[in-house]
């Protein structure tokens, strides 16, 4: 049996404290991070636990056996990524009784009901802060500190990557391709950024919360997603002249008796929270009508940053802090919502084009906020911000636009949160 008791508790370890021996899959970039840090704060560790964490075993693709660490550990600690072999360790990691850690957000967005299944059945604690904007507090917060609160919306900026890029476009007038390029250089973006750019990174940490604010089975296929990579430096220089700044948003949200969980490239009014949040930061909001709005923000990955995360729930089951996540509900997930969309169109300069695009508009129920026009001959625009409308109302405008001969290309639009809901 091991030494953290099944229930993660500190188990009764006889005279004197006995050491937690830790089993750790994966050493890249966090894993390696947190085995300096471990032995760099073990003596901490011990003050706040009574348990002296000891690194006992390694698993890479090089060394180590799975089946080893497992029988000589009371604690394991999976930082592979990917999910597989990565949910057959942590599955087996649990029933074996050993409490784990992870911040593997692939393996809790496409797993999480049979891993937090296993977790209970099995009476140990799993614990993942690290896979939601590394270090900063948001599983935690959302799961301790607002254990029994009525969460309306949980939303933010949980991917740095995209953040950086977007910053440095917005503040360069520089296209997405350079910028991408100079993220790679300074280690902002992997060389395969596909995850990243696309939104899925982004989805699979907003399925994770959404399962947490919201106590429903949230995975990954069913959170739809989209990303920057058409984003063009003429949408960011009309934003800045509209006073909007653009981030991608990832969005859960309560609907009635359904919730709708989405990630979508969006202009915030500059006055919003997360407008000043730039460069490779995250911050995540959460709302509700008990405790209004809360903001958490700091850095969303780096080695360091995630393992000291990582330490946190170590510190925490030995602690025997024992959140359980269950699912108390089955909620539908909307795909869709009203939204307010900015709507950028390269028209033809010629009379009326302004008065059909209005009747397109307004034949599908979509209504006009605000229209500037800019440019004339081969470089007339048109750019709109609109009421919100259902997204599906939205998409039949769009279409119907592209479908008029009065466009010198396809309708480029953006969801946007023009002031404070
Ligand atoms: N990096 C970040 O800033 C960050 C932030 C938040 C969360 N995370 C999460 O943290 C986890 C680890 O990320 P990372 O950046 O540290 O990854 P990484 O640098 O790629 O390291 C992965 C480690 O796991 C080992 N590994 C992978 N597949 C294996 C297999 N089949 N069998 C045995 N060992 C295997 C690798 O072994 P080899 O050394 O032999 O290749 C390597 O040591 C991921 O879930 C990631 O999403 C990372």
Redesign the pocket.
């Known amino acids: 049996m091991s030494e953290v008791a099944a229930a993660g508790t500190v188990a009764d370890v006889g005279d004197g404290p006995k050491p937690v021996r830790i089993g750790l899959?994966?050493?890249?970039?966090?894993?390696a991070a947190f085995a300096e840090l471990l032995d760099a704060r073990a003596e901490a560790v011990l003050a706040a636990t009574g348990r002296k964490p000891e690194l006992v075993g390694v698993?890479?693709?090089?060394e180590g056996d799975f089946a080893e660490i497992l029988e000589g550990s009371d604690l394991i600690v999976e930082?592979?990524?990917?999910t597989d072999?990565a949910r057959e360790y942590v599955a087996a990691a649990m029933r074996a009784g050993r409490p784990v850690v992870?911040?593997?957000?692939?393996?809790l967005a496409q797993h999480g009901d049979e891993l937090f299944g296993i977790a209970r059945e099995s009476g140990v604690q799993l614990r993942f802060e690290?896979?939601v904007a590394?270090v900063i507090p948001v599983v935690r917060t959302i799961q301790e500190g607002f254990a029994t609160a009525d969460i309306e919306r949980v939303y933010g900026i949980v991917n740095g990557t995209t953040n950086f890029i977007l910053s440095e476009m917005a503040a360069s007038g520089a296209g997405y391709d350079d910028v991408l390029a100079r993220a790679q250089e300074l280690g902002y973006a992997e060389a395969d950024p596909t995850d990243d750019v696309s939104g899925a990174d982004a989805a699979a940490k907003m399925a994770i919360l959404a399962r947490l604010a919201f106590h429903t089975p949230v995975t990954l296929s069913e959170v739809s997603y989209e990303g920057i990579e058409s984003i063009t430096p003429d949408d960011l220089a009309f934003a800045k002249e509209l006073g909007l700044s653009l981030k991608l948003l990832g969005v859960a949200e309560r609907r009635g008796e359904a919730i709708s969980v989405r990630v979508f490239p969006c202009f915030l009014y500059s006055a919003h929270p997360l407008a000043p949040i730039e460069g490779a930061f995250n911050a995540v909001m959460i709302q509700g009508p008990a405790f209004n709005e809360v903001t958490l923000s700091g850095p969303g990955?780096?080695?360091l940053?995630?393992a000291s995360a990582v330490l946190g729930d170590v510190v925490s089951i030995l602690a025997g802090e024992a959140p359980v996540h269950e699912t108390r509900t089955d909620l539908p997930i909307l795909a869709d919502v009203p939204s307010s969309f900015y709507l950028h169109l390269e028209v033809a300069d010629r009379p009326g084009v302004l008065a059909t695009i209005a009747t397109v508009l307004g034949d599908n129920q979509v209504s006009v906020k605000s229209v500037v026009q800019r440019g004339i001959g081969d470089d007339a625009r048109l750019v709109m911000v609109l009421h919100e409308c259902l997204e599906s109302r939205f998409a039949r405008a769009v279409e119907a636009l592209n479908e008029l001969g009065e466009l010198r290309g396809p309708a480029r639009s953006i969801h946007v949160i023009e002031e404070r809901s």
């Open positions: 899959l994966g050493r890249g970039n966090v894993g698993l890479t693709r090089s930082l592979m990524g990917g072999p992870t911040a593997n957000k692939q393996l690290a896979a590394a990955a780096g080695g940053q995630t």
